[in-house]
């Protein structure tokens, strides 16, 4: 079974606080994503990573940042927390899409339940 | 822009009711993807379907993908407490890495 774990499941900060939220995959996955989802907005994309040190911004990117230097690994991080950062974020991965036999099925992790006070 | 649209937004039955779930866009995906999320917890990949017309079943779950790979619907049978979640169906393009999400929709199943 793929495995998608998440750093923390819940994690409460201070405004202006520097946030790390890790996600770690074991299913050898090129692609890996982080969204934000909040009750009537759904799942946004913030950005996702295609291959080690390479990243794409989602519709949601302003006020976060990623790093990928290990395969399996992807961080977002929050460099300034805000309230209006109070959200769940998922992480998910997936095997990179080549052409129309590709499925693209996302496996996400639990998720971590951010509050920024 | 909102690519997949799905209705209902919610839902509330009674346990041993049948409902149907509709997941609709005007564009043609290579696939459609159905997911199930918990509260508190991450979506989970129920089905992947890929042809036009085609249907898998999970239990008491239905899945069926549109002729023409626009549109897609969940049914459940009988429905049970635990089918309670949210339900989101989620589209993918040939080649593009990421999936298009629906709005979602919200199933509660009451004893």
């Known amino acids: 079974d793929v495995k998608v774990t998440q750093s923390s499941r819940y994690l409460v900060k201070r405004t202006g606080e520097k946030v790390f939220l890790e996600c770690v995959q074991d299913?050898?996955?090129?692609?890996m994503f982080w969204y934000r989802q909040d009750p009537g907005l759904g799942l946004r994309l913030i950005y996702f990573s295609y291959d080690v040190k390479m990243k794409e911004k989602g519709d949601i990117p302003e006020g976060y940042s990623v790093s990928r230097e290990k395969k399996e690994r992807f961080s977002l991080i929050l460099e300034s927390a805000s309230t209006n950062q109070t959200s769940m974020y998922l992480c998910?991965?997936?095997?990179?899409?080549?052409?129309?036999?590709?499925?693209?099925?996302?496996?996400f992790g639990p998720g971590t339940r951010l509050t920024v006070l | 822009t909102q690519l997949l649209e799905q209705s209902p937004q919610f839902l509330s039955i009674q346990e041993g009711e049948n409902l149907t779930v509709y997941c609709n866009s005007s564009?043609?995906?290579?696939?459609l993807q159905w997911y199930r999320q918990e509260p508190g917890e991450g979506p989970v990949l129920l089905v992947t379907?890929?042809?036009?017309?085609e249907v898998k079943k999970l239990k008491r779950l239905t899945f069926q993908f549109g002729d023409a790979r626009k549109d897609s619907s969940l049914h459940i049978t009988a429905a049970q407490p635990g089918d309670t979640g949210l339900y989101l169906c989620a589209g993918a393009f040939p080649g593009f890495q990421k999936l298009v999400f629906g709005t979602g929709t919200r199933l509660l199943v009451s004893p």
């Open positions: 299913m050898d996955h090129e692609n």
């Open positions: 564009s043609v995906f290579s696939s």
């Open positions: 379907v890929v042809t036009g017309g």
């Open positions: 998910a991965s997936s095997f990179r899409s080549v052409g129309a036999s590709s499925y693209n099925e996302q496996f």
